[in-house]
């Protein structure tokens, strides 16, 4: 299975707003439909698209699902900021072994889930910056230290990436 992970892209300061409703700025949108770009130029085939319930998760990826009529995008509170990524691997256990499953998540969520599919330890921390796209192949079961790190775009570099 490829695990493709996507911070969700540039949003609103939450000043009065409740976290979890802060929406995409003009320039998060472009960065997610950066990443609908790369994610089509590469020929991804997702199968599933699991976002976090929050605002800016959920705009990030109904963007991307936009270029794919064949996908929906479905709501995971697994994928909070908070969340544990075992509780995220025991859900991925229903997905086939070729299975493409884009996750859009937050900071610092990305980091603990990619960290813990590589096997690093608790403290370990993987760099993903707004909007960038990580791939990981994993096995079956999904597992800490199951998985091999096969790629990070950062959205600039998606910003780049031409037909």
């Known amino acids: ?8 892209a540039d949003a609103e ?5 409740n976290d979890a409703d802060r929406k995409l ?3 998060g949108i472009l960065q ?3 990443a ?3 994610v089509r130029i590469l020929k991804l085939n997702l199968t599933a698209v699991l976002t976090s319930p929050t605002a800016r998760a959920k705009a990030t990826a109904e963007i991307v699902v936009a270029r794919l009529p064949y996908l929906h995008v479905q709501v995971l509170d697994h994928l909070l900021p908070a969340g544990e990524p075992k509780d995220l691997f025991r859900e991925l256990q229903s997905y086939s072994r070729d299975s493409r499953v884009l996750l859009v998540t937050h900071k610092p969520f990305a980091s603990r889930c990619l960290a813990a599919l590589v ?3 608790n403290d370990s921390k993987i760099g993903v910056p707004k909007a960038s796209l990580s791939c990981v192949e994993v096995g079956s079961p999904v597992q800490r230290g199951g998985g091999v790190l096969l790629w ?4 600039e570099q998606m910003r780049l990436m031409k037909e």
């Open 13 to 17: 300061t939450e000043g009065n707003r």
């Open 32 to 34: 997610a439909e950066y």
């Open 119 to 121: 096997g690093m330890n």
């Open 152 to 155: 990070i775009l950062t959205n």
């Open 36 to 38: 609908a770009n790369a």
């Open 25 to 27: 700025t003009p320039e």
């Open 1 to 8: 299975m490829r695990l493709l992970i996507l911070r969700h």
